[in-house]
């Protein structure tokens, strides 16, 4: 099993989040990004496996949309 290891926000952009810390904080909000963890008193960071997850899921949720979109032209 890996170690869990953290990724602060300036790095995210380099595990492929482009969205910004506002986005990124109503997304949490509503439970649709992974909730940050702690780091210190004025320092927070994220679950480098759940960011991950969360864009492989982006990609996933783009190609089902994709397909259903061509489906449904196939049928119409």
């Known amino acids: 099993m890996r170690k869990p290891k953290l990724v ?4 995210l ?6 969205l910004g810390r506002r986005q990124i904080d109503r997304l ?7 909730k940050r963890v702690p780091i210190g008193a004025n320092r927070v ?7 991950d997850d969360w864009v492989s899921a982006a990609i ?3 190609s089902r949309n994709l397909a259903a979109q ?5 049928v119409a």
């Open 70 to 74: 061509a489906l449904a032209e196939r």
């Open 45 to 51: 960071g994220w679950v480098t496996d759940e960011v």
């Open 13 to 18: 952009n380099e595990r492929g989040v482009l």
């Open 8 to 11: 602060p926000f300036p790095n």
């Open 60 to 62: 996933a949720r783009r």
């Open 28 to 34: 949490e909000a509503q439970g649709k990004f992974p």
